[in-house]
């Protein structure tokens, strides 16, 4: 690709492939496109087994440049409105401007196109994929978006598609851009995939790798190990000093107030920073030193394992990667720490608090409100499993750790992705 000298304003975009130099054409979206609207059906009409069918609201929940299979079917009426392939479609309501100014490509023919949906068929010189890219995406985009009328729910009419100014270079280029986007949603879509396949692979791991309530051993274990596991709750753990006791954040008067952020300083972590079994520090609030010393609890050091237990329930990580000497938690979170390694594993006990069966219980506890909770009192009651031997703890711990390291890295690479795609999206359209 060839990146263009912006010092001359011309109608072509700063990043573009080789071999293509002539200036984009503009013209009105009405003069290269036919237009109709889909018919008669909504999400109330969905049936578990039917003819396939695309409902506007799929552009939202699930956007896609190309549709191509469809999980959402109905009873055929008739009049139906049925794909030929390659019309762009674009919503006509969406709760903002912004969210209505989409468009995707109808990959196959066969397919109803529901109610609530503008049907634009481009002319043969209009590549479709091109064409939903560049509305989704360019400067068209933009106008569509004030184009759009409405308060709560906005509209979006083919009369107000049909005045929308569409710039477009000739269709060999229009066609590689849009080969260029297809086949970069496809190595998305494989990401997600494997992605999604490596959680729910860890999902049935945490299910099969721990004792249900009342057994002894779980339903899968490493070769080697026979013994039965023992069942403790966690003021056992306490009274035996292979924990220490555990705390939360300060509540009341004491609480840190969004007026006491910074934008450096000692990491002031909240529910919304644990998932996966990670703490996230780069992207969490700061408080300063004085205000962090001001407070009498909550003081987490790295190596402690946090447990939300307040709104959010039941989000476990490990705290690392914290370069002061501590961090300061808010009073949705407990931290745990080990002080006997020797008889308890850190990373098989952060697999424990994730284990089906523990978040199963932890759940079934919590005190409904508008913001369940699991206060300090009711968690020390809760039970664990553990085998006795350190190593069957080790084993299991290091085999969760390497599958949280794993999606880590696929969840990397995807964002990666996902990001290059937003910078082309910016810099190959005018």
């Not at 695309?54 to 049925?82: A, H, M, P, Q, W």
């Not at 998305?188 to 009342?214: S, T, V």
């Amino acid at each position: 690709m060839a990146k263009i000298d912006d010092s001359v304003k011309k109608k072509v975009p700063e990043l573009r492939f080789k071999g293509f130099t002539d200036e984009w054409e503009e013209r009105k979206l009405g003069e290269l496109a036919s237009f109709s609207k889909g018919n008669g059906y909504t999400k109330n009409d969905l049936v578990e087994f039917g003819e396939p069918i695309i409902l506007y609201g799929r552009l939202y929940t699930k956007y896609e440049t190309v549709i191509e299979k469809v999980d959402t079917f109905v009873n055929k009426k008739d009049k139906s409105i049925i794909s030929e392939g390659s019309e762009v479609i674009v919503p006509a309501s969406g709760e903002s401007s912004e969210d209505i100014s989409r468009a995707s490509v109808v990959g196959k023919s066969g397919l109803i196109l529901g109610g609530d949906l503008n049907i634009i068929k481009p002319v043969n010189y209009i590549d479709s994929i091109f064409l939903a890219l560049t509305i989704s995406n360019g400067s068209q985009q933009k106008e569509m978006s004030k184009r759009a009328q409405g308060k709560s729910v906005v509209h979006l009419h083919n009369s107000d598609l049909k005045q929308v100014n569409l710039l477009y270079p000739k269709l060999e280029e229009q066609q590689k851009i849009g080969s260029f986007f297809k086949q970069l949603d496809i190595t998305i879509a494989l990401h997600q995939r494997k992605l999604d396949l490596l959680k729910e692979q860890k999902k049935g791991y945490l299910q099969k790798m721990f004792p249900k309530n009342g057994a002894k051993v779980p339903e899968l274990r490493f070769a080697g190990f026979a013994d039965d596991w023992e069942e403790r709750k966690f003021q056992w753990l306490i009274d035996q000093n292979i924990i220490d006791s555990p705390i939360d954040g300060n509540h009341g008067e004491k609480h840190p107030k969004s007026s006491d952020y910074v934008e450096s300083g000692i990491p002031f972590l909240m529910a919304k920073d644990i998932k996966n079994n990670k703490v996230d520090i780069k992207n969490c609030t700061f408080i300063s030193k004085e205000t962090a010393e001001a407070l009498d609890k909550g003081f987490a050091k790295n190596g402690d394992i946090l447990l939300t237990h307040k709104a959010t329930i039941g989000e476990v990580g490990i705290l690392e990667g914290v370069n002061t000497e501590y961090a300061m938690l808010t009073p949705q979170i407990t931290y745990y720490r080990i002080l006997d390694f020797s008889r308890l594993d850190r990373n098989f006990f952060s697999s424990v608090l994730r284990s089906s069966v523990f978040q199963k219980n932890i759940h079934k506890i919590a005190k409904q409100s508008t913001r369940p909770y699991v206060g300090i009192t009711e968690q020390r009651k809760l039970t664990i499993y553990f085998p006795i031997k350190i190593e069957e703890q080790q084993k299991i711990g290091s085999f969760f750790k390497q599958i949280d390291e794993t999606i880590a890295l696929h969840q990397r690479k995807l964002d990666l992705l996902k990001e290059q795609k937003k910078g082309f999206l910016q810099k190959m359209f005018v």
